[in-house]
């Protein structure tokens, strides 16, 4: 999962969008949006991160439909584990920032 690492801020927001269930592409880029409200995720950015994470197995299209103009997607396994591997990843960082900005005096 090394390889993947570091995620960028849009397809961490992906994965921590469909990490609680299948949604169709729109319903990910609002929802993505929230998570990283710095991000934009207009469709172009959304539709090519995730063609590159179909590619790379972190998704995949899911057979759901209520429109067939609406495509939904899933996380797979591999997408749970690189999910959990980057907020590991993130969480250490913010660890180690916050200790030095209080060794410095600073809040965090």
Do not use: C, Q, W
């Not at 710095?38 to 590619?55: E, N």
């Amino acid at each position: 999962m090394e390889e993947l690492a570091p995620l960028t801020p849009a397809v961490f927001a992906i994965l921590v969008a469909l990490a609680n269930g299948e949604k169709h592409g729109y319903a990910v880029m609002k929802e993505a949006s929230i998570i990283a409200p710095g991000v934009k995720m207009g469709p172009g950015t959304l539709y090519g991160a995730l063609d590159r994470m179909r590619g790379a197995g972190l998704v995949e299209e899911s057979d759901t439909t209520d429109d067939e103009r609406r495509r939904y997607y899933r996380i797979t396994r591999k997408g749970l584990k690189v999910l959990r591997a980057e907020t590991e990843r993130l969480r250490s960082t913010v660890t180690i920032a916050r200790r030095r900005l209080a060794a410095r005096g600073a809040s965090a």
